[in-house]
């Protein structure tokens, strides 16, 4: 397993995407999904040029990050639980899941202590999978305008876990619904609120994300290799 090869082909493949559809690949951001492996693994990859890293869980994100060094910027992927908000406070740059007006108030407090502002995403569940989570379509403008009023907490996008299909085309209209949401909540222009992110794509379906608009791709096992 070359990480560093992986990598390449993995930016080749994103740029080639991009020129398909006319986009810049300067506007897609490769977020290595290194949940489940080493603080190695990721030092690796930092190594072929990766700086972005995404972490699924608490303990193995507070674990692992004190063993890779500057320059790294991480991100928070999975369900987060408000008891351990705490925990990140002030630790990653971007939380993908936020789902709930509770765990926003909860990363609103969490961040306000530090006197800064945390940037997350709204998960969004449009497969009504009860096993993902994520806010449903019709409940996203009501938490976004509960959201707004946080003064510690600044919105930048949606983020999308859609049905696993084998046949990536299959999984095309959750992307295109994801991006019209995104749309919808741009013209309310709600204080606190951009749109700039759409974080959609995994190792199998990140070519037809980004030709529906991700701007960051969650990339793991065709980075890394099968979890450990």
């Given at each position: 397993?070359?990480i560093?090869?992986?990598?390449?082909?993995?930016?080749?493949?994103?740029?080639?995407?991009?020129?398909?559809?006319?986009?810049?690949?300067?506007?897609v951001?490769?977020?290595?999904?290194?949940?489940?492996?080493?603080a190695?693994?990721?030092?690796?990859?930092?190594?072929?040029?990766?700086?972005?890293?995404g972490?699924?869980?608490?303990?193995?994100?507070?674990?692992?990050?004190?063993?890779?060094?500057?320059?790294?910027?991480?991100?928070?992927?999975?369900?987060?639980?408000?008891?351990?908000?705490?925990?990140?406070?002030?630790?990653v740059?971007l939380?993908?899941?936020?789902?709930?007006?509770?765990?926003?108030?909860?990363?609103?407090r969490?961040w306000?202590?530090?006197?800064?502002?945390?940037?997350?995403?709204?998960?969004?569940?449009?497969?009504?999978?009860?096993?993902?989570?994520?806010?449903?379509?019709?409940?996203?403008?009501?938490?976004?305008?509960q959201?707004?009023?946080?003064?510690?907490?600044?919105?930048?996008?949606?983020?999308?876990?859609?049905?696993?299909?084998?046949?990536?085309?299959?999984?095309r209209?959750?992307?295109?619904?994801?991006?019209?949401?995104?749309?919808?909540?741009d013209?309310?222009?709600?204080?606190?609120?951009?749109?700039?992110?759409?974080?959609?794509?995994?190792?199998?379906?990140?070519?037809?994300?980004?030709?529906?608009?991700?701007?960051?791709?969650?990339?793991?096992?065709?980075?890394f290799?099968?979890?450990?």
């Amino acid at each position: 397993m070359n990480i560093a090869d992986n990598l390449d082909r993995i930016r080749a493949e994103i740029a080639a995407a991009c020129t398909r559809c006319g986009r810049d690949p300067a506007g897609v951001r490769l977020v290595a999904v290194s949940k489940t492996h080493p603080a190695d693994a990721v030092r690796a990859a930092q190594a072929a040029g990766q700086r972005l890293f995404g972490e699924n869980y608490v303990q193995e994100f507070l674990a692992k990050a004190d063993g890779v060094a500057p320059p790294v910027e991480w991100h928070f992927l999975g369900h987060l639980q408000s008891n351990k908000v705490k925990s990140l406070a002030g630790r990653v740059t971007l939380i993908h899941s936020l789902d709930r007006l509770s765990l926003a108030e909860e990363i609103d407090r969490q961040w306000g202590k530090l006197g800064r502002t945390a940037e997350v995403l709204v998960e969004v569940n449009l497969g009504g999978e009860a096993s993902k989570g994520g806010v449903d379509a019709a409940g996203l403008e009501p938490l976004l305008r509960q959201v707004a009023a946080l003064p510690h907490l600044g919105v930048r996008g949606l983020m999308l876990l859609p049905p696993y299909l084998d046949d990536p085309e299959a999984v095309r209209p959750f992307f295109r619904r994801l991006r019209e949401l995104a749309g919808a909540i741009d013209r309310l222009q709600l204080p606190g609120v951009t749109m700039h992110e759409l974080s959609m794509g995994m190792s199998h379906d990140f070519h037809v994300a980004i030709e529906e608009g991700a701007t960051l791709v969650r990339v793991g096992t065709a980075i890394f290799g099968e979890r450990e």
